[in-house]
């Protein structure tokens, strides 16, 4: 589809959804692509690690694609790029702290040779047609930004993920004087992060967290335990001061928030007092009114530092009564359980915990209604596309935008893969879609698993397998050995003996009638044997495992 | 173990969980039991559809069970009955609506003969030793009560489920006096409800509802569909009172919320006024700003009648823009996610959607924490036990009875299977435990899902399968046939032809090799063979399929 004199706006991934944002802006034979995220797996897709945006436009129009700009290291923002990257071999562009967080992934991917270049605000890049700059917003992770996008027909704002913290914990406030120059010079269209459009007012500054650490540390005895998002450095860098302030060592521990640890402090994002820092495999060397630990595993992840704790199985961490254990952390949406459980197990080994009930202990990272309010008034767009949130959180967003008075054909509730088509005269969603959608990432398959296996590992996990092999002679279809029946996860079968011999005397049954009618064909076999089966493990069981007829042909 | 002398509490369920709630009441050699729950499973126990205490000290023990004494008719409390009574042949007590909702499941169950025991409040039941008295509390459904036992050695009251609703639908207030008495007339121990213990505060009236029904119902243009819990018949009842309010006809539709509706009228629980409900099947009759449809599926569960209409596949009712939606129900934990994507579905059908983020939309039946406090300080209990709910929330509990004076020592924070022995003199965890824990529902087949057949779902879910069948020679182990392949959930096998043909040529390496040194034995072919292919899956794929080798003899 041919793009000249119009701007093509097409989502590749996070609307409509949490997680794996893309976003793609085209003018003629340019291609820009704002972040290339991530998203983790919804319950039903068994087995699966991770889920990336379906790429093909891209692909199609490779040689047009001028560069990939970053808003921040968010996984759901970065995560998708060692897969993206290997497709498609184009510059990033981001922050400081973005493109180190990146830096160290490619690295884990064995992928050093990609271009990265660091971008400072106030700095304009040339990207084909576009110019692009960045401005400063605050978000749950330093070194957030929005990305100001000059096009031949207009200026597209897109905010990343951000929120107003009017006192940010590295006094760095989002840079409304740059917003309201947009406004003046005439915004064609904003993009805006919708996560939290559901919540009125305003969501609470971080600092508010500091307060809590504050009187945290006041009443704690022993030890102190703060589990966090690995990325949020704000939060770490609170969590040190409040340490510092009460004479506390810091132990590092977690393979993710040590890497970030490391990473921030190198490019300067946070502050160690010199000595402060000790060896997680020396803490017994401290007094536990001495010492903080932070530490991963706030959404109650199996394998991470704060769960392998609770569950005593932590190599250096043995939780106990005393202990203060705070998770300064909200569960994702589908992890309640997970958290709640680690909570209990904290818990019974005698520990205070301080969690999600308690107020102040956590703050939400996306603005609330009177935020995105600002925004839209602030940057006054002509047209405006929610992002990045569920398909409420979208409606929700584009309510409060009529609110603040971009009439309602202005305003485009979109899906991924659609496109969203800006002239001089006006604004479509163009009647064509791009390839959209999602790709499955399990282990190291890239796309490798879809809907067919998908089904298969739901039946499998709900009622188990039963197979049955049976040898058959070639030319008169006599059966030679079996039929030999082997389950799993149907039932205990050293408990089930009296149904696996009814099982199998039915699949007999199945054979000698098939025998008698001539039928010889495997498929025709298959089916009777599978059929017979499935209605005798009903009646009996009410349940469906998958059967695997297989015959053997001597 | 005897216990003459002794009472004996024992929870056999609801302890360290929300659900299977069941509580063990003995002294010398009559046992009495406090409901008789199940619980919902975890995600974890996949295939699984219901979760049932173990009963075990209760068969072992039959011939002391005087009867099994009933709070209310939620699931998780007496949802257990019909497997608990084909083995246990014990009479049954409850409140009238309590017992009208029972023998609605054992009908279902094919269980008439059941003996049931309506008990009226103020009658003083006698079972064994036991004199047994109801009282009057509020909860999500009507006729709930809480039990007052008196036992040789002092009075035993069993709170239920509840909470304190000081303006109740059905004007029936908790009974305060009654409670005020026991506190007078000393109570041994109160065992009391924990679900709420972290919630600050007093919970919400259910006449909150009613409030949020009259402002939706009067801005409302369209139709009407809410969704709720089908026990709730208050709820139920202020959706009907709305719709005579505002002249709009009712429509019934889901199997629970229709039976609820029929067994609550026929026993006066709920009132209609004649000529107002319709059938669904006549709803295109009606002008839709003069219907609300009452239905099922406030969860988020896939079968229910709101699932459907989200999904666009339910027979009668076809949502469509000017619809208003109540979702009048928070998701309970792990329905989350479930719950979001049918508010998403429906407000792409343009319906207008009202949901938990909206205050009053729905309140609680379980009593917060200044609650707790009111009831501690009634009843003045001696010992206290937190019953029904998790481990945290019996944790929070104790420390409000703490908070009420009780001493630290008096307060038992105990597990299932737990025996606590109070005497005239005192009072303690005993030594000994009596068998508890979950019986696993599924399909036809009670308790025979066990951890090894979870197991295997569990692998067989994450990576799928790969089944290996091979025919050899008895005498010579020469392959005659095979080895055959075949895999389900583990990679779509059209893609991986490569990768499956490598496979089988690993399969006959390692029975070449095994054939070269003599070995015939099965087990030892077949560990060759896993042990072969599942390194190789692995260092290919990352994924760990189950491997099932099957060596037929000829």
Not at 14 to 40: A, H, P, Q, W
Not at 241 to 263: F, H, P
Not at 403 to 425: D, H, M, S, W, Y
Request: charged fraction near 25%; include cysteine.
């Amino acid at each position: 589809m041919s793009s000249n004199g119009k701007l093509h706006i097409i989502p590749l991934g996070g609307l409509g959804e949490i997680g794996k944002n893309m976003t793609v802006i085209r003018y003629g034979s340019d291609i820009l692509v704002v972040d290339c995220g991530l998203k983790f797996p919804e319950d039903e897709l068994l087995g699966i690690d991770i889920v990336i945006p379906d790429i093909s436009y891209l692909k199609e129009n490779r040689e047009m694609v001028r560069g990939i700009v970053l808003t921040h290291g968010h996984e759901d923002h970065i995560g998708a790029l060692p897969y993206v990257l290997k497709e498609l071999n184009v510059p990033v562009y981001g922050t400081q702290l973005t493109l180190g967080l990146l830096k160290q992934k490619l690295t884990e991917h064995e992928m050093p040779e990609v271009e990265l270049r660091t971008v400072s605000f106030k700095e304009e890049l040339r990207l084909g047609c576009f110019k692009v700059e960045f401005f400063r917003v605050s978000h749950s992770i330093p070194d957030s930004v929005g990305i100001a996008i000059h096009s031949p027909i207009g200026m597209i704002v897109h905010t990343g993920d951000f929120k107003i913290d009017q006192t940010p914990i590295d006094g760095e406030v989002m840079d409304f004087h740059r917003l309201a120059e947009f406004g003046n010079q005439g915004v064609l269209v904003l993009l805006s992060d919708s996560t939290n459009a559901e919540r009125p007012g305003f969501t609470l500054s971080e600092r508010v967290v500091g307060e809590t650490f504050d009187n945290t540390f006041r009443k704690a005895s022993g030890r102190i335990i703060i589990a966090t998002f690995a990325s949020n450095i704000h939060r770490l860098q609170q969590a040190i001061k409040a340490a510092e302030r009460y004479g506390r060592q810091v132990a590092v521990v977690g393979r993710s928030v040590e890497n970030v640890v490391r990473i921030a402090e190198e490019l300067g994002y946070i502050k160690l007092p010199p000595g402060l820092l000790v060896d997680i495999g020396d803490i017994s060397r401290y007094p536990p009114e001495r010492l903080v630990i932070l530490t991963t595993g706030s959404q109650g992840e199996p394998m991470s530092a704060l769960t392998r704790m609770a569950m005593g199985d932590h190599r250096w961490v043995e939780v106990m009564p005393g202990d203060t254990v705070v998770i300064s952390a909200l569960p994702i949406p589908g992890n309640e359980k997970m958290v709640a459980r680690t909570i209990d197990l904290l818990f019974k080994l005698g520990a205070e915990v301080i969690y999600e009930a308690m107020l102040g202990i956590h703050v939400s990272g996306h603005a609330s209604q009177e935020e995105l309010k600002l925004i839209l008034n602030l940057v006054k767009p002509k047209y405006f596309i929610p992002i990045h949130g569920e398909y409420r959180h979208l409606i929700k967003h584009a309510r409060i935008a009529q609110c603040t008075g971009i009439p309602q054909q202005n305003v485009f509730v979109a899906e991924n893969g659609q496109i969203l088509e800006f002239t001089r005269k006006g604004a479509a969603a163009a009647n064509g879609r791009v390839t959209s959608g999602r790709v499955l990432v399990d282990g190291l398959g890239v796309g490798d698993v879809g809907n067919i296996v998908l089904r298969d590992r739901k039946q499998l996990s709900e009622d188990g397998i039963m197979i049955v092999v049976v040898t058959i002679n070639k030319e008169t279809g006599a059966v030679l050995a079996g039929p030999d029946i082997v389950s799993r996860g149907f039932v205990y079968v050293r408990e089930s003996e009296h149904l696996m011999e009814e099982a199998r005397e039915r699949v007999r049954q199945a054979l000698d009638k098939g025998e008698g009618q001539g039928v010889t064909e495997w498929a025709a076999i298959k089916n009777s044997v599978r059929d017979a089966l499935g209605k005798f493990l009903f009646e009996r069981t009410r349940r469906r495992p998958m059967i695997i007829p297989i015959v053997m042909e001597l």
